[in-house]
């Protein structure tokens, strides 16, 4: 059997917020297994013990240019310390002007974002002078280029949701309209072809463990099961959900009426995935006052 040591049990506690008696429960029935572990606690606290997966823990913003036709666009997100410095002047600038470079460049990933020429130095230059004058650390954390099939909108929210979105017909108010919806409703893929499969077979695990606990009968296990998934894949796929400005339409029926397609979308929340480290101020004037 897997040995369960504290630290586990305190990630599993710090991702599902479930009582930590029955994460070190979860984590000894899954022998150790973190993900399985959480979705034994989801089976016991219902999405609750999911709140981790959006939980935003790292600070910065994310940048958006489009050239004037619509037809190429990127975006890019540039984490910081604090939020204080994601609302610096000279902060903003750096990532406007990074947005721009990105979309006339060819560069393939970030490690080839920061060798690109940049007022009169490379984009690393750059980014180590910004350093030293605003005294955080800085990091072009990663981005998306696009080439249209239709034309090109964006919406940012607060800084810390970016969305770029390729939309084939309609007009600048749906691409605008479909934008916005993506950032509030957030999906995980255009349609159902772009959820993978262990999401699906994790929803399906915890649907039929959720129905055993109920004492529902073994032959509706399944079709309780595909239910729940159908269910998952409506609240999850863009063209599903339901218009957050007029829940008569789902967008793709909005879309159809519009006589538009969405050729693909993106979206960046700040910091996304990303744990940032809790101070214990009280731990460290402790330690000081032993010096």
Do not use: W
Not at 127 to 146: C, S
Request: overall charge negative.
């Amino acid at each position: 059997m897997a040995e369960i040591t504290a630290s586990m049990v305190k990630e599993l506690r710090e991702r599902t917020d479930a009582p930590m008696m029955d994460c070190k429960k979860a984590l000894t029935e899954a022998e150790g297994d973190m993900t399985r572990g959480e979705e034994i606690l989801r089976v016991r606290f219902g999405n609750k013990a999911s709140k981790a997966a959006g939980r935003v823990a790292a600070e910065g913003t994310v940048g958006v240019s489009i050239s004037a036709d619509g037809k190429t666009g990127a975006m890019i997100e540039v984490n910081s310390e604090t939020d204080f410095c994601a609302k610096n002047e000279d902060f903003l600038k750096f990532v406007g002007e990074l947005a721009t470079l990105v979309s006339t460049s060819n560069a393939a990933d970030i490690a080839a974002v920061s060798a690109l020429a940049m007022r009169g130095a490379t984009v690393e230059e750059t980014r180590a002078q910004l350093v030293g004058k605003i005294g955080e650390n800085i990091t072009p954390r990663r981005f998306v280029k696009i080439s249209a099939k239709g034309k090109l909108a964006s919406y940012i929210h607060g800084s810390k949701i970016g969305v770029l979105v390729d939309l084939v017909g309609g007009d600048d108010t749906l691409a605008k309209d479909i934008a916005m919806h993506i950032a509030a409703a957030k999906p995980k893929s255009l349609d159902a072809s772009g959820i993978s499969q262990d999401l699906i077979d994790a929803e399906r695990r915890v649907a039929i463990e959720k129905a055993k606990e109920a004492g529902k009968p073994e032959a509706m296990l399944e079709k309780i099961a595909d239910g729940t998934v159908q269910k998952f894949l409506k609240e999850v796929t863009l063209l599903s959900q339901v218009f957050v400005k007029d829940d008569k339409f789902t967008i793709e029926s909005l879309l159809k009426s519009k006589n538009a397609s969405v050729a693909s979308f993106t979206m960046f929340v700040v910091g996304e995935g990303i744990e940032k480290a809790v101070v214990d101020y009280a731990a460290e004037v402790a330690a000081a006052a032993k010096v």
